[in-house]
């Protein structure tokens, strides 16, 4: 497939241009190759990532973190290394980090409530003039839940249950939410399901009474580029490959 065909359909389909994020999204590095045909799948552009994908071999690298997340910065240390292997081995490095949270159809945060089974109600969590979290209605019990994120997500799960014993209405925020959970409170929701969490927020589920599952930034954030994966390879005539480099964190 041509790049600049897919690198504006990717734009638009993402709404790239029209969702602020922390530093410039969609296509960040630029190869040599005008025609791609595999896509490798990431959540991080690290280094040992890209080698993976230049071993495939991946025409493109699509990663929810890219590489650059400020408005200029120096191509040097780390970010050089990355730059120079992306170019070693002709890869396109294209990112989606806020507008593929808060994508509708293949967003982290959608398509983890479709995953456990909760009907998406309403979209919360603003970051940066974007509204990135889903709120879900279902109903079953904190314990069920858990086992269900684990399952689906191969992930151990930390819970915090100061709310209710059953859940009828979840917030998801993949990532780092724990500092939302009085928004997810003030939205009527019940249980929290987030990825990290820290010291600093601990208290705030038991002083607003929720159920709060930490699953791992990393985890709940796998589920969108496959999403997005699949998208491109049943709509277009790509080859797509997630590589999983897991952080447990």
């Not at 890219?66 to 292997?85: K, N």
């Not at 491109?232 to 997630?242: E, I, P, T, W, Y």
Request: net charge negative; charged share 20%; proline share 3%.
């Amino acid at each position: 497939m041509d790049s600049q065909e897919l690198l504006t359909y990717l734009d638009n389909y993402l709404q790239i241009d029209s969702i602020k994020d922390y530093g410039p999204q969609g296509l960040q590095v630029e190869a040599s190759n005008n025609n791609v045909q595999r896509i490798a799948l990431a959540v991080d552009s690290a280094p040992m990532t890209i080698e993976a994908a230049a071993s495939w071999p991946a025409d493109m690298l699509l990663v929810h973190h890219g590489i650059l997340w400020r408005s200029v910065e120096r191509l040097s240390g780390p970010l050089g290394q990355r730059v120079r292997l992306l170019l070693k081995n002709n890869i396109h490095l294209y990112a989606a980090h806020l507008a593929l949270d808060a994508h509708p159809e293949v967003g982290n945060n959608v398509v983890l409530a479709g995953m456990l089974g909760a009907d998406v109600q309403d979209w919360w969590c603003d970051v940066m003039g974007t509204k990135i979290g889903v709120i879900g209605s279902l109903d079953t019990t904190v314990e069920k839940l858990v086992a269900n994120v684990e399952a689906v997500l191969h992930s151990q799960v930390r819970a915090l249950q100061h709310g209710p014993p059953r859940v009828h209405r979840l917030a998801i925020v993949s990532g780092f939410g724990a500092d939302r959970v009085a928004e997810a409170e003030a939205m009527g929701a019940d249980t929290l399901l987030t990825g990290e969490t820290s010291h600093a927020n601990y208290w705030a589920a038991a002083d607003y009474g929720l159920n709060v599952i930490f699953a791992g930034h990393y985890a709940t954030e796998t589920v969108g580029v496959q999403a997005l994966g699949r998208h491109l390879a049943q709509n277009f005539d790509l080859k797509v490959r997630f590589f999983d480099f897991p952080t447990k964190m």
